[in-house]
Nanobody, 116 residues
Framework: QVQLVESGGGLVQAGGSLRLSCAAS????????MGWYRQAPGRQRDMVAA???????NYADSVKGRFTVSRDNAKNTVYLQMDSLKPEDTAVYYC??????????WGQGTQVTVSS
């Protein structure tokens, strides 16, 4: 069972930045993909950014050019740098780690609130 612990959320004004971290309890090297999702109240959970083991990266259209996902295999950590934040980015952000045979693991979520 992989444990994922997110940190870095908080309250920020529009135009500001936050950096989310997701620390895994074991090596992420063998994971097929890892990424960040978010869920606003009353809405479904949507993919924000994902990075595969081969290095391919995908972003939701709404965050392209503003968010950057990265990974540090040595630290078993995935990051999400969020710049030029907007009120519509307000949500609970979840880290996810996917393995071909073991399935997907989720973090507990971290709240990001962007004030206008």
């Amino acid at each position: 069972q992989v444990q994922l612990v997110e940190s870095g959320g908080g309250l920020v004004q529009a135009g500001g930045s936050l950096r989310l971290s997701c620390a895994a309890s074991e090596s992420i090297f063998s994971a097929n993909a890892m990424g960040w999702y978010r869920q606003a109240p009353g809405r479904q959970r949507d993919m924000v950014a994902a990075i595969t083991s081969g290095g391919s990266i995908n972003y939701a259209d709404s965050v392209k050019g503003r968010f950057t996902v990265s990974r540090d295999n040595a630290k078993n950590t995935v990051y999400l740098q969020m710049d030029s934040l907007k009120p519509e980015d307000t949500a609970v952000y979840y880290c996810a780690l996917g393995f071909a045979r073991r399935g997907t693991y989720w973090g507990q979520g971290t709240q990001v609130t962007v004030s206008s």
